[in-house]
């Protein structure tokens, strides 16, 4: 079961989708376990078996998913007319086999709501019925302001970002004021859902892979919880090319995670590409995140410069020394280091591998280690700060 879906996430699904029929052509999803898989994950849809690889829909059907042969013009041609024919308040799901860009424009352009690569994975698909099966927002609720999108930046690789990004927003979500977001972009090496102690997130690649724009995706009801209540979409499980993404994805992600959540902390890649740089000029916060050695003050120096040459020089920008140990101030001092980078630091985070680490491999917040830590305090003031940028009107969008 998917922890976004069904029993896990029912308290925001059901109203959605209650009373709502789902119509499934013969072998259009695979057999009668991956049918009755899907099925459970919406428990107030009625999931309708239907005879045929593209049967005539029964009247009041919401939606119908249909299989089709992308290798044989004949039969996309067939099912072109089909889409034509069909009456507009059913929505058609199409799993494409020997799916191509070609074929699958032709199909969306003729009324295909999705347009899915056979066979359908199961986030895949669950995604794209509770985006067609989900009321359309009323006016009032376009109306709410956008969420604020924070960007975690390394100043360089293991730093402690991701754990520290996990652990922040657990804060906040601990708070009550606020609904939030870790959205894992470091698409190779992203770890964010296993510190949260969700290995069965739904992942980017699989939002990607459900047919739909990703402004379009209902994250709100989609992402997996953790116990403090933030919310993850989880890096790709498997290792893509940082090319998977381009600016116009990011776009259409944060325009849609804006949409859902009050705040969204954003954990990038520690490299530089197009993507990247739209996030950041997207966010309205950037954390850079160090460590305290002369390398990682030049690796700042660096990032800090490479910030200006893109024109972001003068986004809000929060510095962050993390695993600060008295050794390491022995040999740097925090003073020398700040003059050297030329500002001071806003957040100092304590070294305490112990908890840290004990968090991490449970899954759980920091102060259910132990409480009242200096880790604690120092990663509840980062977090304090971050919260504050959200708008109080984006608090509770998804509980009132």
């Given at each position: 079961?998917?922890r976004?879906?069904?029993?896990?996430?029912?308290?925001?699904v059901?109203?959605?989708?209650?009373?709502?029929?789902?119509?499934?052509?013969?072998?259009?999803i695979?057999?009668?376990e991956?049918?009755?898989s899907i099925?459970?994950?919406?428990?107030?849809?009625?999931?309708?078996?239907?005879?045929g690889d593209?049967?005539?829909p029964?009247?009041?059907l919401?939606?119908?998913?249909?299989?089709l042969?992308?290798?044989?013009?004949?039969?996309?041609e067939a099912?072109?007319?089909?889409?034509?024919?069909?009456?507009?308040?059913?929505?058609?799901?199409?799993a494409?086999h020997?799916?191509?860009?070609?074929?699958?424009r032709?199909l969306?352009?003729?009324?295909a709501?999705?347009?899915?690569?056979?066979?359908l994975?199961?986030?895949?698909?669950a995604?794209?019925?509770e985006?067609?099966?989900?009321?359309?927002?009323?006016?009032?609720a376009?109306d709410?302001?956008?969420?604020?999108?924070v960007?975690?930046?390394k100043?360089g690789?293991?730093?402690?970002?991701?754990?520290?990004?996990?652990?922040v927003?657990?804060a906040?979500?601990?708070?009550?004021?606020?609904?939030?977001?870790?959205?894992?972009?470091?698409?190779q090496f992203?770890?964010?859902a296993l510190?949260?102690?969700?290995?069965?997130?739904i992942?980017l690649?699989d939002c990607?892979s459900?047919g739909?724009n990703?402004?379009?995706?209902?994250f709100?009801?989609?992402?997996a919880g953790h116990?403090?209540?933030?919310?993850v979409?989880?890096a790709?499980?498997e290792?893509?090319?940082?090319?998977?993404l381009?600016p116009e994805?990011?776009?259409?992600l944060l325009?849609?995670?804006?949409?859902?959540f009050?705040?969204?902390?954003v954990?990038?890649?520690?490299a530089?590409?197009?993507w990247?740089?739209?996030?950041l000029?997207?966010a309205d916060?950037?954390v850079l995140?160090t460590?305290?050695?002369v390398p990682?003050?030049?690796?700042v120096?660096r990032?800090?410069?490479v910030?200006?040459?893109?024109?972001?020089e003068?986004?809000p920008?929060?510095l962050?020394?993390?695993?600060?140990?008295?050794?390491?101030?022995?040999l740097?001092?925090?003073?020398?280091?700040?003059?050297?980078i030329?500002?001071?630091?806003?957040v100092?985070?304590?070294e305490d591998?112990?908890?840290?680490t004990?968090?991490?491999?449970?899954?759980?917040?920091l102060?259910?280690?132990?409480?009242?830590?200096?880790?604690?305090?120092a990663?509840?003031?980062l977090a304090?700060?971050?919260?504050?940028?959200a708008?109080?009107?984006?608090?509770?969008w998804?509980?009132?």
């Amino acid at each position: 079961m998917f922890r976004g879906f069904g029993a896990s996430g029912g308290d925001r699904v059901e109203p959605a989708v209650r009373g709502r029929r789902v119509g499934v052509a013969d072998g259009a999803i695979g057999g009668a376990e991956r049918f009755a898989s899907i099925a459970a994950q919406f428990p107030h849809v009625a999931f309708e078996p239907l005879p045929g690889d593209w049967p005539q829909p029964p009247a009041g059907l919401d939606v119908l998913v249909v299989s089709l042969e992308g290798g044989s013009m004949e039969a996309v041609e067939a099912g072109m007319r089909r889409l034509s024919a069909t009456a507009p308040q059913t929505s058609v799901v199409v799993a494409l086999h020997d799916a191509d860009v070609t074929t699958t424009r032709r199909l969306v352009r003729a009324g295909a709501a999705d347009v899915l690569t056979y066979p359908l994975s199961e986030p895949a698909l669950a995604l794209s019925l509770e985006r067609l099966l989900a009321p359309r927002a009323p006016a009032a609720a376009q109306d709410r302001p956008k969420g604020e999108v924070v960007a975690f930046l390394k100043a360089g690789g293991g730093v402690g970002a991701t754990s520290l990004a996990v652990q922040v927003a657990a804060a906040v979500a601990a708070r009550g004021s606020v609904e939030v977001c870790l959205a894992d972009l470091d698409l190779q090496f992203g770890a964010a859902a296993l510190y949260f102690d969700l290995p069965e997130a739904i992942t980017l690649a699989d939002c990607m892979s459900s047919g739909a724009n990703l402004s379009e995706t209902p994250f709100a009801t989609a992402l997996a919880g953790h116990s403090s209540g933030a919310r993850v979409l989880a890096a790709p499980r498997e290792m893509v090319a940082l090319e998977m993404l381009t600016p116009e994805h990011v776009e259409a992600l944060l325009d849609g995670l804006r949409r859902d959540f009050g705040l969204v902390l954003v954990d990038l890649p520690a490299a530089w590409t197009a993507w990247t740089n739209q996030v950041l000029h997207q966010a309205d916060r950037i954390v850079l995140v160090t460590e305290m050695s002369v390398p990682h003050v030049q690796l700042v120096k660096r990032q800090l410069r490479v910030l200006t040459a893109q024109g972001l020089e003068g986004r809000p920008l929060t510095l962050v020394c993390n695993g600060l140990t008295s050794d390491q101030t022995g040999l740097v001092s925090v003073k020398a280091a700040e003059r050297a980078i030329g500002r001071e630091f806003d957040v100092i985070i304590p070294e305490d591998s112990k908890t840290m680490t004990a968090a991490i491999n449970e899954g759980v917040e920091l102060s259910a280690v132990r409480k009242g830590t200096k880790l604690e305090k120092a990663v509840g003031e980062l977090a304090g700060k971050l919260a504050a940028l959200a708008p109080p009107a984006a608090s509770n969008w998804l509980r009132g």
